[in-house]
């Protein structure tokens, strides 16, 4: 196995590997976020750009590509993805020289915008440096906007000779049915417990088995989340979804309105789907630590209600990247949660 695969990711290679006698010109990988899906793929594009596989098809690591491919800077390959990806905001004109005042100007886009796609144009039209493949790796494909979307589509209807399209997704719902009809999928399948659990305590992570939970069984996002100081503000978040009330509840906005609101949505998402598996099925998920507070709630509120209140949550997620006001936003989803057991 090779050691830029994660554990848990032997057997999708293997399954992969069954595909090589006859690539699609366009692959769509999709699966959990936080599971690895990024580094899987990337594996691949270096192997399918390898001058020397290995017998397993893995890349040598050693030869001409490898090495270009590993400083990101192989003349046959191009990585598309959100400017905001980069951890660079600053921004390039079409001769890759930073215009000046442009970092300050606006924050880094969280879409893969028509431009990118456009700027394909000329890597396909020329002829590749090593007489192989080009690759093309574009993520979260769900980052496409509508216009970028449409230009991908109609390179994906009349493929370039010799290009191969690795996409990924964590969210296939959320892409165009014309995109996913012209890629052959691929699901690259969560872990097991046992295997995310076994990674992360090779890691160092304490409480392991807490944070992976809380991650949905996501071993990346878990060891993400162990290492980052958002704990603190879970817990706060915790306590008061364990004692809701209107006090409460301003408070708590008042305090955390400074936290990237999608994050508190997740949790609070998270949290109604333990309630409502506890109360339809006696189980919990993600916060386990909390299965007294749980117990508790779940005996003062119907399914239904939880139900709706779920919805709603999901209706939430679809604006919380661009809330009008935070403060407001926070406030409103904790009156209505509040509200379930009033």
């Given at each position: 196995?090779?050691?830029?695969?994660?554990?848990?990711?032997?057997d999708s290679w293997q399954q992969l590997q069954q595909l090589r006698e006859r690539l699609p010109h366009a692959l769509l990988f999709y699966g959990a976020e936080g599971t690895g899906k990024t580094a899987f793929v990337e594996a691949f594009?270096?192997?399918?750009?390898?001058?020397?596989?290995?017998?397993?098809?893995?890349?040598?690591?050693?030869?001409?590509?490898?090495?270009?491919?590993?400083?990101?800077?192989?003349?046959?390959?191009?990585?598309?993805?959100?400017?905001?990806?980069?951890?660079?905001?600053?921004?390039?004109?079409?001769?890759?020289?930073?215009?000046?005042?442009?970092?300050?100007?606006?924050?880094?886009?969280?879409?893969?915008?028509?431009?990118?796609?456009?700027?394909?144009?000329?890597?396909?039209?020329?002829?590749?440096?090593?007489?192989?493949?080009?690759?093309?790796?574009?993520?979260?494909?769900?980052?496409?906007?509508?216009?970028?979307?449409?230009?991908?589509?109609?390179?994906?209807?009349?493929?370039?000779?010799?290009?191969?399209?690795?996409?990924?997704?964590?969210?296939?719902?959320?892409?165009?049915?014309?995109?996913?009809?012209?890629?052959?999928?691929?699901?690259?399948?969560?872990?097991?417990?046992?295997?995310?659990?076994?990674?992360?305590?090779?890691?160092?992570?304490?409480?392991?088995?807490?944070?992976?939970?809380?991650?949905?069984?996501?071993?990346?996002?878990?060891?993400?989340?162990?290492?980052?100081?958002?704990?603190?503000?879970?817990?706060?978040?915790?306590?008061?979804?364990?004692?809701?009330?209107?006090?409460?509840?301003?408070?708590?906005?008042?305090?955390?309105?400074?936290?990237?609101?999608?994050?508190?949505?997740?949790?609070?998402?998270?949290?109604?789907?333990?309630?409502?598996?506890?109360?339809?099925?006696?189980?919990?998920?993600?916060?386990?630590?909390?299965?007294?507070?749980?117990?508790?709630?779940?005996?003062?509120?119907?399914?239904?209600?939880?139900?709706?209140?779920?919805?709603?949550?999901?209706?939430?997620?679809?604006?919380?990247?661009?809330?009008?006001?935070?403060?407001?936003?926070?406030?409103?989803?904790l009156l209505d949660y509040s509200s379930l057991f009033a």
């Amino acid at each position: 196995m090779s050691s830029t695969l994660f554990p848990w990711q032997n057997d999708s290679w293997q399954q992969l590997q069954q595909l090589r006698e006859r690539l699609p010109h366009a692959l769509l990988f999709y699966g959990a976020e936080g599971t690895g899906k990024t580094a899987f793929v990337e594996a691949f594009a270096q192997s399918l750009l390898c001058e020397q596989p290995t017998a397993e098809q893995h890349a040598c690591g050693a030869c001409p590509s490898c090495n270009w491919f590993s400083q990101y800077n192989h003349p046959d390959y191009r990585r598309v993805r959100p400017e905001i990806l980069d951890g660079d905001d600053a921004v390039e004109d079409e001769s890759g020289e930073e215009k000046k005042g442009a970092k300050s100007t606006r924050a880094p886009s969280k879409e893969i915008k028509i431009d990118q796609i456009r700027a394909l144009a000329d890597f396909m039209n020329v002829s590749t440096h090593r007489s192989g493949l080009r690759v093309v790796m574009l993520y979260p494909a769900e980052a496409l906007n509508t216009a970028s979307a449409n230009a991908l589509l109609k390179t994906l209807e009349e493929p370039p000779p010799g290009t191969m399209f690795l996409l990924l997704s964590n969210r296939l719902d959320r892409l165009l049915p014309t995109i996913l009809s012209r890629c052959r999928k691929f699901a690259l399948p969560m872990p097991s417990h046992e295997a995310g659990l076994a990674w992360l305590q090779q890691q160092g992570v304490k409480d392991a088995d807490a944070w992976l939970a809380e991650q949905g069984g996501a071993p990346l996002a878990a060891l993400e989340a162990a290492q980052g100081d958002s704990r603190e503000v879970l817990d706060e978040l915790l306590r008061h979804l364990a004692q809701p009330g209107i006090d409460g509840a301003l408070k708590t906005a008042e305090r955390l309105q400074k936290i990237p609101v999608a994050d508190l949505v997740g949790w609070m998402q998270r949290w109604l789907y333990d309630l409502f598996a506890l109360k339809s099925a006696g189980q919990i998920r993600y916060y386990p630590r909390y299965k007294k507070e749980l117990g508790n709630l779940a005996a003062r509120v119907d399914v239904l209600r939880i139900s709706a209140a779920m919805k709603t949550m999901n209706d939430r997620r679809a604006i919380a990247d661009h809330p009008l006001s935070a403060r407001l936003f926070i406030e409103e989803m904790l009156l209505d949660y509040s509200s379930l057991f009033a």
